[in-house]
């Protein structure tokens, strides 16, 4: 436990910015997550980082353990759709973090590949080993892992070519009235909400979504959806910029306290495998009837 007090000249400071100056062993961002899980008492109460001081105020400040410096293997159930002697498909459930970050060290898909593997990519560091592309946390489906640093690097001038083929489902709220349709408006971190994106502005990394209408429902549209390139958000920003947000997604304009996670599925992808030379397709089991799902939803409607 650390012991601190502050002084008068310490007044009007915020106090992950107090703390920092008087703890620099310790990174911002480590303090400011002590701060948040309650690890920092100001008079035996906890605030916010933004607290200002006020002065001659006793601060306990209990560390906590610093997080791994490389991905640590952890028994968790995996569901392995595919796998040779460079690559490893995988069938991630939504809600699982790919690999730590953001304070997320455990119950990761990393850690469960560890478990199951041992030995994996080094290409991407310690704490990504295998990984060559990502899906959001609440985004299910299949996700390649390479085995080896050869096929790493093998996989990932596939991605970037973009010979890499990735169907997704994705349902989402009201009617699309084009059977089909492609969107192509540059995404960029937004300005204002940096944890989102966006593509209303002018400028960004190009991408390319097309869609197709699969089914139609009363409120909802279930569509495939084909991205050509492999931005962040990419599927959930575009859609939702023509006003068909994913349901689910809140964080992209959908109605809140619907469902915990978002109904999109990377239902399928095709690659060469860097072990045969051949094209693979992989195709992972959609997570729940959508039919099913909707009668769910139009009770919380």
């Known amino acids: 436990m650390i012991q601190l007090e502050t002084a008068p000249s310490d007044a009007g400071q915020r106090l992950d910015s107090y703390l920092h100056a008087r703890l620099p062993e310790f990174s911002r961002s480590r303090l400011q997550e002590w701060i948040a899980s309650g690890r920092v008492r100001i008079d035996g109460t906890t605030q916010k980082r933004s607290y200002l001081l006020r002065g001659a105020e006793r601060i306990q400040v209990e560390p906590a353990e610093p997080p791994p410096l490389k991905a640590q293997a952890e028994e968790l159930p995996l569901e392995i759709l595919y796998e040779d002697e460079a690559v490893i498909a995988v069938n991630k459930p939504a809600g699982m973090v790919v690999h730590s970050g953001a304070g997320v060290h455990s119950g990761t898909l990393v850690n469960a590949l560890l478990y199951r593997f041992?030995?994996?990519s080094g290409v991407a560091g310690e704490m990504r080993p295998g990984i060559v592309h990502r899906l959001d946390r609440f985004t299910s489906g299949v996700i390649l892992v390479a085995r080896t640093d050869a096929a790493h690097r093998a996989l990932a001038a596939q991605f970037s070519t973009r010979t890499v083929e990735k169907i997704y489902l994705a349902l989402v709220h009201g009617k699309v009235k084009a059977e089909s349709g492609r969107i192509t408006a540059p995404i960029t971190r937004d300005p204002v909400r940096r944890t989102r994106m966006t593509s209303r502005l002018a400028h960004g990394r190009s991408a390319i979504t097309e869609y197709r209408v699969l089914k139609r429902f009363e409120k909802f549209t279930l569509l495939e959806v084909r991205i050509g390139t492999g931005r962040t958000h990419q599927i959930r920003v575009h859609l939702?910029?023509?006003?068909?947000?994913v349901v689910g997604d809140t964080v992209y304009g959908a109605p809140g306290g619907v469902l915990d996670r978002y109904f999109l599925h990377a239902q399928r992808i095709t690659f060469t495998s860097p072990a045969t030379?051949?094209?693979?397709?992989?195709?992972?089991?959609?997570?729940?009837?959508?039919?099913v799902f909707l009668r769910a939803l139009a009770r919380l409607l």
């Open 240 to 245: 939702a910029s023509i006003h068909h947000p």
């Open 277 to 291: 030379g051949e094209r693979v397709t992989v195709t992972a089991p959609v997570p729940g009837d959508p039919e």
């Open 118 to 120: 041992q030995k994996l």
